[in-house]
């Protein structure tokens, strides 16, 4: 197909799918797609930019005047049947992974969030696993899953954000566009089929920066429904609101995807995250230990969640809360004491959530799955509580305020821990991982090593020992101590250890340098560490 290159050869014994999913007419579509919103897609890259120059000049953020927030009157499209009731997903399940993303169709959940995203690395390799395991189980034909998609949880699909490139595609001479490839991957190959089974298209759209991208995403629904002869307000979508400049713009967003749309979704570590990169050169958006100070008690991100809720049920959407982390032990069934206790930690969190007015949530460990559908039996919140409007006033000082606390050495140390091993498992084509008993993905990476890199900016003493900052030296300490720690309990080969070191020397990059990413999977995935391990087993189709 002229104007469309696939840049790797397809991985050994995966020939036949490439062949497959990128067919004559799937590449056709894929560069149609690409050159109507090309341009437009540019475009947002440069309001992100604008965007972060304002705010770091010392601009404000105030909620929008606009004529669709002064208007009470308008709400969403009325949801389709399968949507009423969203009040479980299992999140971060890379369709990648063919057994986890089987047995997560099994589950007793209204959905499964199939996750191009956090919980996902975007090989070669890792991508046509996703795409053909998707198409096998809308077609029913993946052996372990459910024959019929019509039984099977929702597929909530979320391709990845804007800031991730497809190093893999050309499209006249230019590198593809992740979210797009993903997005039109999925509905040439499985839209229609999910719409004539009442199943969907239905999506997950994550990172988006105030309504103008939620505008652009309408676009490219309306576009994409018209060329695959699908009815308009067929595909919906939950943005997830993960990013501070949005959280100003909630009624905008709902109304720029108003017939295309499900709600809005809370992610409580990204959106910590966007507020030190939008403000985290300023001392007094220093934010304390994460695991001992930041949670949904705290006023930020409590009036956060209530004004989620309140704009969703007040335009007739669903709000939904952010994922409970915690996995129990490998072989047990969740019933001994030790599992209780975890189970009885993540029941008391979401019940505080349901309290405050949320349609539902998600769970990563399916074991945790009859425990909290036991929770919303009892709550009587069914299908949903877009009847509950809470009675609220949100200033934007509310929304900025960080919270007080100090940092600890404990802290220190798990954040430094989880930004090393999630960098370690991305080198392995690995997008989430398990540590101190909690599903760790590119969310709690970015918030780690956003907070060490303020750390060492800011130089706060420890809580333990007053005498004693954060420096560059004592992160360097205390990396050198894990990587050790690391090296002998779980490096078994060479390659790994030097993975591991690999992984070690980047997350010091990211904590010192003096402009940050904003987004780690971009760093990574556009890394030449990340593309030469991935690809060299890879002949070039050039």
């Known amino acids: ?73 308008w709400k969403i499209a009325p949801l389709p049947p399968r949507l009423n009731n969203r009040h479980l997903d299992l999140g971060d399940v890379s369709a990648s992974n063919s057994a986890h993303f089987i047995a997560a169709l099994d589950s007793d959940v209204q959905g499964v969030q199939v996750d191009f995203d ?39 699909l979320r391709p990845r954000a804007w800031n991730m490139i497809d190093h893999d595609i050309l499209i006249d001479g230019k590198e593809a566009i992740g979210a797009l490839v993903d997005f039109g991957i999925l509905m040439f190959h499985n839209g229609k089929k999910l719409y004539e089974a009442n199943s969907g298209p239905y999506f997950y759209l994550s990172k988006l920066e105030g309504a103008s991208e939620a505008r652009l995403w309408n676009e490219i629904f309306v576009w994409t429904q018209k060329q695959l002869d699908i009815p308009q307000k067929t595909i919906k979508a939950c943005v997830l609101i993960e990013n501070i400049v949005s959280t100003f713009e909630m009624d905008e967003i709902l109304y720029a995807l108003k017939d295309h749309c499900i709600g809005l979704n809370c992610g409580i570590w990204d959106y910590c995250a966007s507020i030190v990169a939008k403000f985290g050169d300023r001392k007094e958006f220093l934010l304390p230990d994460r695991n001992k100070y930041v949670n949904m008690d705290q006023k930020f991100l409590n009036s956060y969640m209530k004004l989620v809720v309140n704009t969703c049920h007040s335009r007739g959407a669903l709000a939904t809360g952010g994922m409970a982390a915690a996995v129990l032990q490998p072989g047990t069934d969740g019933t001994d004491e030790s599992s209780k206790i975890i189970v009885n930690k993540v029941l008391e969190a979401k019940l505080k959530e349901i309290e405050a007015g949320v349609d539902g949530f998600m769970v990563y460990d399916s074991r945790i799955v009859p425990h909290v559908n036991e929770l919303w039996k009892k709550s009587g919140a069914s299908p949903n509580q877009i009847h509950r409007i809470l009675d609220l006033k949100v200033t934007p000082e509310d929304l900025l305020l ?48 956003t907070q060490i890199w303020q750390w060492i900016r800011f130089s706060p003493y420890l809580e333990e020992d007053p005498s004693q900052q954060v420096t560059l030296k ?32 980047m997350s010091a990059e990211l904590c010192v340098s003096r402009h940050p990413p904003e987004f780690i999977t971009s760093y990574l995935n556009d890394n030449h560490k990340f593309r030469t391990l991935h690809n060299k087993s890879l002949l070039s189709n050039l």
């Open 118 to 156: 956090d919980g996902h690395c975007p090989t070669w390799r890792n991508q046509l696993l996703a795409y053909n395991n998707i198409n096998l189980a809308v077609n029913g034909k993946l052996p372990g899953a459910p024959i019929s998609i019509t039984t099977c949880p929702i597929l909530m």
């Open 474 to 505: 004592l992160v360097e300490k205390v990396a050198s101590s894990f990587a050790a720690h690391a090296h002998k309990q779980l490096c078994r080969s060479g390659a790994e250890r030097k993975r591991l070191s690999a992984a070690r020397h």
């Open 402 to 449: 960080i919270p007080s606390g100090g940092v600890t050495m404990q802290g220190l140390k798990h954040n430094v821990a989880v930004t090393i091993l999630f960098i370690y498992h991305w080198l392995a084509g690995i997008g989430h991982f398990f540590y101190n008993g909690n599903v760790e993905d590119s969310a709690t990476a970015e918030i780690s090593r």
């Open 1 to 73: 197909m002229a104007g469309v290159l696939l840049l790797q050869s397809s991985p050994p014994k995966l020939e036949e799918i490439q062949k497959r999913i990128f067919n004559k007419d799937a590449l056709e579509f894929l560069a149609k797609l690409h050159r109507e919103f090309d341009y437009k897609i540019d475009q947002l890259y440069k309001t992100r930019l604008n965007t972060a120059v304002v705010l770091k000049s010392g601009s404000p953020l105030k909620f929008k005047e606009s004529a669709e927030r002064k208007d009470s009157t």
